[in-house]
């Protein structure tokens, strides 16, 4: 897809600065772009590739701009401005309606002609597939299972009985929604299954990464609401609630029952306990251990990050023995009143 | 599934207090339930909801039905007969034997004919499957695989070549049983690979959650004990062997040739070393590192839950300091009884 | 696979001790071995069990043979040896050329005649295999992904489009390799996807674990290269690189664009963070959290072993009042001086 610079920054609404004819077919970083390709600068860590980029234009915002003497894209945000470039440049493919001959579709199933099955797909009794839903190779789709317009399912994406997916998803390979919430009761001397009967219900908007499982609510669903993005390896058991516009990286994993608010940010490898509420607005870091509710918006930590391994063993050590330091420093501070 | 509350009442030898003829078709929690409903009162916390349910009758202990006024089914247990009842109202689904004609099968396997094949299922040579099983779309059994009885592998599960399952076991989407364990010898300048020709042995009424993993053993086989309950993106090493009746939470991962009790809870997230021992009844709380053996029974701990970031900054540095600290107070202590 | 011990000897390079026509037909644990089985003591915990194995020989170094009146194959290192030896009796299965009838193959895919394309695979337009690869069953190939030569893909692998997997890697069911990294970009009140244009370039001579992703470069490629082995269920992020010959064991997870170098060992569950660098020779043991660069070669550690329950919440308590503790101390120490 070539675009000249021109008509880039129409598209953007960015202000030109150089040869407005010069031509863009691709997206490069600085220090790897050639000619033809649009970069941009929005980690100060990457200014000192500026000089000497190859990039035939640069997306900048108005400060950085001013010491660049290539052709650049001004706009107050590079980062989103790039992703809307990136999307111009390289645009999805559109859907090319149909199913494969080797897609296995059950009668009940109700599949709008505009949609495409892909080889090796499953289609269950009940099923319905709204407008240009792209269902990729051996995708398994339950029974009485619902999707929304636009949605797109790569390959190899299991959606168990009656889940419903809003419009403009993305499910990554090995997603798995709708598999039975871990609820077991000890019954004397064994645990019983005790039945999963609810469902869940994904939002319009929300992305899925690889891997990531979501499981179906035990009585009521579990719910991810509009706009949430999820990485990959994310496990989220029965019956949470995610609120709009939160963003979860990957290996999160978020107990049963929890309920997360709108516009939270949440690390990395991060462990929440379930029955909890997170209101809106929280940001957790990295490997983050939460095992209460959190009901003032702001950010959160946990963990210690790594030391030499011999320095770590100590300090594993003294940490065991504060309560003994406890100890003597109230035993010093009462004698010395005395 | 419509039952009376008395026929329910006897099913589950629960008292009745109220209507006999009331009829029950679905359940409800206490706060979402509308008339048919059973819902049950397990958790203290949902209390507050119990007055003014709209469930057609409650599962309660004595105590609480004191305090009601509704239809009670008196219990000892009530998420025990929750979980019997939610059972005998969504009856699980009976197996329809046959194959789907686009599952591959080997002419080699031995099928029951009660069993049943999904589409786009494989099953290789040699594979053995018993009466009632159910092997979900898109499965991949390999080669003198075994499955018990009424055992059901729900959609895309992939079991590797002479991995053992026993009966009643569930296994959801995505679960790899019997790919290779991490076995690599370093050769000088470059690792290379120890064969794994063990297998991996699944007990009876044991469920496994969706893509966790399995690896088959080095030598000996990998053990899964009768009743053994896992949930969700599980990783378990080469050659573990874990005990009957013991439950394990999401996220959770087991290094090599560690052997974990019968009875035990292990929390989400939780890391647990290899070459390990851990006895009979032992708890593990979320995220808890575990990189000893643990040879008394009881409940173990660890991790330092989140504190607001300002604060967690603080902390680390202190921890850092705790060496110099325990100097410094010596010194004093010293000092002092001069 | 049936060796005379003699053949063995020569074949590995070990000194004999003992009976030259001994015939070895399989490996076994010290104390699970049988008649016709080959062991091997490496590690000195099961030095115990060295006298009363029933292995028909073993595999030891020069200091246990003297003790050992068995027959015995002498080496420097008797594990990898023992690596060595595996192979040999338990010869990886030839490839058998050709494509089942179940699978789907694009006509613009160039596929070696040597190959072998399993049931149910699908195989998407501009694919090129070599020769000697292993397309296992329900493995999905995007388009114009490029693979090299004996490269064994096991089962239900998918690989999306573009991404380069090169000679001798094996990859294990469920592993997901170029799916679009966690690149989104807050557009005001929502969050915008940034297009993921870049792939995977996975070197020779990888293994990849089970469940394990790998997602695709945002702009230029992710990269593993040759000789790293993977463990089940890591994550790695876009433009993760990672160098030659390092091992990372199960559950780890990598943020973007983190550089690791060569010959480093990560231990199961340790997290890493984005923008990173860590140079090469570094051992990070079982979750570590990893959140800047590490310049210095050699061992790293993080987090607190578990202690039990009660003793855990006295610790996390007093871990919290440890800015008190130091103020305290601090007073004491002005006092003192007066």
């Known amino acids: 897809m070539k675009w000249t610079l021109k008509s880039l920054a129409q598209a953007l609404e960015a202000e030109l600065v150089g040869d407005p004819d010069c031509e863009i077919d691709r997206v490069a970083t600085l220090h790897n772009a050639g000619s033809g390709s649009l970069s941009f600068l929005a980690n100060s860590k990457y200014r000192k590739y500026l000089k000497s980029t190859g990039a035939s234009a640069v997306l900048l915002t108005n400060k950085d701009a001013a010491d660049f003497s290539g052709n650049a894209l001004v706009v107050t945000e590079p980062y989103v401005a790039y992703a809307r470039a990136a999307k111009l440049l390289y645009p999805a493919q559109a859907v090319t309606p ?5 897609a296995v579709v059950e009668n009940s ?10 080889p090796q797909a499953y289609i269950g009794d009940g099923v319905r597939i709204a407008a240009g839903v792209y269902i990729g190779p051996g995708c398994v789709i339950g029974h009485d299972v619902q999707i929304g317009q636009h949605t797109r399912l790569v390959a190899r994406v ?6 419903a997916v809003g419009s403009r998803v993305t499910i990554h390979p090995g997603v798995v929604i709708g598999a039975d919430g871990f609820g077991i009761a000890l019954d004397s001397d064994h645990w019983i299954k005790v039945p999963q009967v609810g469902s869940v219900h994904i939002g319009d908007d929300v992305d899925i990464g690889a891997n ?23 496990q989220i058991g029965h019956n949470v609630i995610i609120g709009e516009h939160t963003v979860i990286a990957g290996c999160v994993g978020i107990s049963g029952s929890t309920q997360i608010g709108r516009y939270c940010a949440i690390g990395g490898g ?6 909890i509420e997170i209101v809106d607005n ?50 010093l501070t009462e004698k010395q009143s005395d």
């Not at 199933?109 to 892909?118: C, L, M, P, W």
């Not at 702001?298 to 023995?321: A, D, F, L, M």
């Open 158 to 163: 299991t959606l168990c009985e009656r889940v």
């Open 109 to 118: 199933a109700v599949i709008d002609e505009t949609a495409y099955i892909g």
């Open 282 to 331: 929280v940001q957790l870091t990295g490997m983050s251990m939460v095992t209460k509710s959190i009901s003032e918006a702001g950010s959160y930590s946990s963990g210690i990050p790594v030391e030499p391994t011999r320095e770590w063993h100590k300090n594993v050590i003294r940490y065991r023995q504060m309560e003994k330091l406890f100890k003597q420093v109230k035993t």
């Open 270 to 275: 991060t462990g929440i306990a379930g029955h």
């Open 212 to 234: 990531t499982t979501i499981d179906r609510g035990a009585i009521d669903d579990t719910i991810i609401h509009d706009g949430v993005k999820l990485d990959n390896q994310i």
């Open 98 to 102: 149909g199913q494969h001959p080797s």
